[in-house]
């Protein structure tokens, strides 16, 4: 699994093998480092399934430079049918263009992924709530990461009286590390060891936040974050998680 240093936005990738299961590729405005990052990457598997969180620039923008990266070689760009907005058709035509195709599904089609949330139609709620929160399987079903985009407080709190804790280790935190997510209730339930931030270097959002980080450091959760530390590389080896970052390689007790 790898958390992508894209700048402000998300990219991660989880890999099955020689599949890949891509969830989010940053901003468009990183286009140069995204170009050079995904067309190194693409050749590490055979099969590419893609997904977006929502349509927000910072999520689906370098979706474009990964499509000219594969050269058609992609059918489907899923995302979900319950979050879609004024911005699918506009995605969906300049995706055609690349010979894949926008499609709209209720749930992440594959075995591995569990798809949390939005799982109907929700009036009232912004494009970062319907957001995707998904709970996807490492290759041996016993860990997982839960990927949450950009929900808000309100969603946490909705998954908390919807389902009992994921039981993943892994937690990718919402919205970069804003203030708006990540509240302790929500920790409680979630229960990870492991949670990576992906925020930009000296952004002005000023991701992630000091109540967020405390949040997290309260729950004795190890911290990762791309703006510090660079693209993170995680797997799962001898019974202990691998983390690499540009600061080095720590390994921690499942
Ligand atoms: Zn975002």
């Known amino acids: 699994m790898s958390v992508f240093d894209v700048g402000q936005g998300d990219a991660t990738r989880i890999s099955w093998g020689r599949q890949c299961f891509w969830f989010d590729f ?11 990052l995904f067309e190194r990457e693409i050749r590490l598997c055979d ?10 620039g910072d999520h689906v923008g370098g979706v474009y430079i ?4 594969m050269n058609a070689l992609v059918k489907n760009v899923w995302v979900s049918s319950w979050g879609g907005d004024w911005r699918v058709k506009m995605h969906q035509k300049k995706i055609n263009n690349r010979g894949s195709r926008l499609a709209l599904v209720e749930r992440v089609p594959h075995p591995q992924v569990d798809t949390l949330w939005p799982l109907e139609e929700h009036r009232g709620l912004n494009a970062n709530e319907l957001s995707w929160v998904l709970r996807v399987w490492h290759q041996d079903r016993r860990h997982c990461i839960l990927l949450t985009g950009d929900i808000s407080k309100l969603i946490e709190t909705k998954l908390i009286e ?17 203030k708006t997510s990540t509240s302790r209730a929500f920790l409680q339930w979630a229960q990870p060891k492991i949670a990576f931030i992906s925020n930009g270097y000296g952004h ?10 405390k949040n997290l450091d309260s729950h004795g959760i190890w911290i990762f974050r791309t703006d510090w530390m660079g693209r993170i590389d995680v797997w799962i080896e001898d019974q202990l998680i691998r983390v690499r ?10």
């Not at 990964?66 to 990266?69: G, R, S």
């Open 66 to 69: 990964f499509l000219d990266a």
């Open 162 to 178: 919807t389902y009992s804790s994921p039981g993943c280790i892994f937690l990718k935190v919402a919205h970069h590390g804003s």
């Open 47 to 56: 099969q590419h399934l893609l997904a977006v969180s929502h349509l927000d």
């Open 204 to 213: 002005y959002f000023g991701h992630p936040h000091q109540t967020v980080l």
């Open 245 to 254: 970052t540009v600061k080095g390689e720590v390994h921690l007790p499942i």
């Open 26 to 36: 940053g901003s468009f405005f990183q286009a140069r480092r995204a170009k050079t």
